[in-house]
């Protein structure tokens, strides 16, 4: 078993997943992974940044599939004994022009920003090693898709006792909502990536607080983040920020010194803490 520190980021052959590895291959001392879901497109990545001089290294991971995930697992386990640094960057967007009917959208852009993030944080959140850090990417359209939500909703979302089970049975309302045409109805914004990010921002301070109860001592930082509006497919040409840019504020949480106590638990941009 290897007793170099490993980090892992999701959904990293282009984007801003891409530019935090190039950044972690730079300054993380130890092993990076990353990871796609197609493994020719994840090798052409890695290829990319091995003529930069770096070196990364490859893993098939598909956040929509369980077995994928599983796989992931066992391997860090076997070969690490457990996980350093994990970035929950993996995530899908519809055009604002996809003509899709919203509930299809809706279903499916929760599956993977929400579900399968959670999915990922079930198994490899138990393999945080001492001072592990983790990073999960959510979006400023989570303030703003909140602040288009019923005050009900709201007080719920932000409340400091919401559990994971509550969590899941809201986001999962909000798809059934969407099926049933009454989603606006029922205090929902009309946004099925901001709600899905409204998901993962929530989900950390869930898993930050469970941290705090079960292992405070191991002193392993957990946040949410927005990396900016950045030019990549998903958010189109027009966007103010390169994706190196994007990478700043994930890296920096990515990359909290071992002697740091926070941030945790927070919604960070720019390097900053944000009120929820």
């Known amino acids: 078993m290897s007793s170099v520190p490993v980090a892992v980021v999701t959904g990293s052959n282009k984007g801003i997943g891409f530019s935090i590895v190039r950044d972690l291959c730079k300054q993380f001392k130890g092993d990076v992974y990353l990871t796609a879901r197609d493994p020719a497109r994840g090798q052409e990545a890695v290829a990319k940044l091995q003529e930069e001089g770096l070196h990364p290294l ?3 991971l598909d956040i929509d599939d369980l077995q994928s995930i599983r796989a992931l697992r066992d391997f860090l386990k076997e070969k690490y004994g457990g996980l350093n640094v994990l970035v929950n960057n993996a995530g899908i ?11 299809v959208q809706a279903e499916v852009t929760l599956k993977t920003n929400f579900f399968g993030t959670r999915n990922i944080c079930t198994e490899l959140l138990p393999l945080m ?4 850090r983790v990073v999960n990417v959510s979006s400023m359209v989570s303030i703003s898709a909140l602040a288009g939500c019923s005050q009900e909703l709201q ?3 932000r409340s400091d006792t919401i559990t994971e ?16 045409s009454v989603h606006e109805k ?25 941290l705090n109860e079960k292992r405070k001592d ?6 949410a983040c927005c990396p900016g509006w950045v030019r990549t497919d998903m958010a189109g040409p027009k966007a103010p920020k390169s994706p190196e ?13 071992s002697n740091a106590d926070g941030p945790h638990g927070q919604f960070v941009s720019e390097k900053t803490v944000r009120a929820w």
């Not at 089970?165 to 049933?180: A, C, G, N």
């Not at 099925?192 to 409204?198: E, R």
């Not at 191991?218 to 946040?223: E, G, K």
């Open 58 to 60: 490859f893993h098939q």
């Open 93 to 103: 967007a519809f055009k604002v022009s996809d003509r899709t009917p919203f509930a």
């Open 129 to 132: 090693k001492p001072y592990g």
């Open 155 to 157: 007080k719920k979302f």
């Open 165 to 180: 089970d509550e969590l899941v049975e809201l986001m999962t309302k909000f798809v059934e909502d969407t099926k049933k």
């Open 186 to 210: 029922e205090g929902w914004p009309n946004t099925a990536y901001g709600v899905s990010k409204i998901g993962v921002t929530v989900l950390s301070r869930i898993q930050a607080r469970m």
């Open 218 to 223: 191991d002193h392993i930082l957990l946040n």
């Open 245 to 257: 840019e994007g990478a700043e504020t994930p890296v920096y949480l990515a990359l909290l010194p």
